[in-house]
């Protein structure tokens, strides 16, 4: 989700002003207290004159936030899937190759969105795991498959493992894209998002 937020937090009977941070799958507060919340383990959210209020297990929380409350709280209520961060729509053609996990394809299936394990001409999103950096040598010759406009989703290991984030980039670069975008795929995945430049369209 990526927003944050100067707020005022009360939290365990004290009041601190510091920065609220609204990310994918859980909030944070940094300041002289430092809170973590996933929203899976919120009970109840609610947004009332600029006050977002957060119930957890036995444990209350609320952020002075202003405008952004209510918008943080239909955020935390309403989350994205990975579905909307990768930017799959209906009557997109979508090619997952060697993707991990099967949150992707369930997701797809869910939707009614066809997809073929394999490259196919014209794809709008090529979905490419890898789990080595030899794995990166494919972004060139993929882009023969891909729609001028489409793009390429690079699914790499997060915590510093081959490929990391680096050669990743640095491997999307050398193959003529460019990066424009990062999504959390899993919590040990992590996507990067590439596109054909414009002058190449």
């Known amino acids: 989700m990526g927003d944050e937020a100067r707020a005022t937090l009360r939290y365990e009977g004290r009041e601190v002003e510091g920065k609220a941070l609204l990310e994918t799958d859980e909030l944070v507060f940094r300041g002289d207290v430092r809170l973590t919340v996933p929203y899976r383990a919120l009970t109840s959210v609610s947004a009332e004159n600029g006050r977002l209020a957060l119930a957890w297990a036995d444990e209350r929380a609320e952020l002075e936030l202003g405008p952004k409350a209510a918008?943080?709280?239909?955020?935390?209520?309403?989350?994205?899937?990975?579905?909307?961060?990768?930017?799959?729509?209906?009557?997109?053609?979508?090619?997952?190759?060697?993707?991990?996990?099967?949150?992707?394809?369930?997701?797809?299936?869910?939707?009614?969105?066809?997809?073929?394990?394999?490259?196919?001409?014209?794809?709008?999103?090529?979905?490419?795991?890898?789990?080595?950096?030899?794995?990166?040598?494919?972004?060139?010759?993929?882009?023969?498959?891909?729609?001028?406009?489409?793009?390429?989703w690079v699914v790499a290991p997060k915590g510093g493992v081959e490929p990391t984030e680096a050669q990743v980039l640095a491997a999307g670069r050398a193959a003529g894209l460019v990066d424009v975008k990062v999504a959390r795929w899993s919590d040990t995945h992590t996507a990067h998002k590439f596109v054909i430049p414009t002058a190449r369209r």
């Open 71 to 152: 918008r943080w709280a239909d955020r935390i209520l309403n989350p994205r899937t990975l579905l909307d961060k990768l930017g799959v729509e209906p009557g997109r053609r979508v090619s997952l190759l060697d993707t991990p996990g099967d949150e992707i394809r369930a997701l797809l299936a869910a939707r009614g969105i066809p997809f073929a394990e394999a490259e196919q001409p014209d794809a709008d999103l090529i979905l490419v795991g890898a789990s080595s950096p030899a794995d990166l040598e494919r972004l060139g010759p993929l882009q023969a498959w891909l729609a001028r406009d489409g793009s390429i």
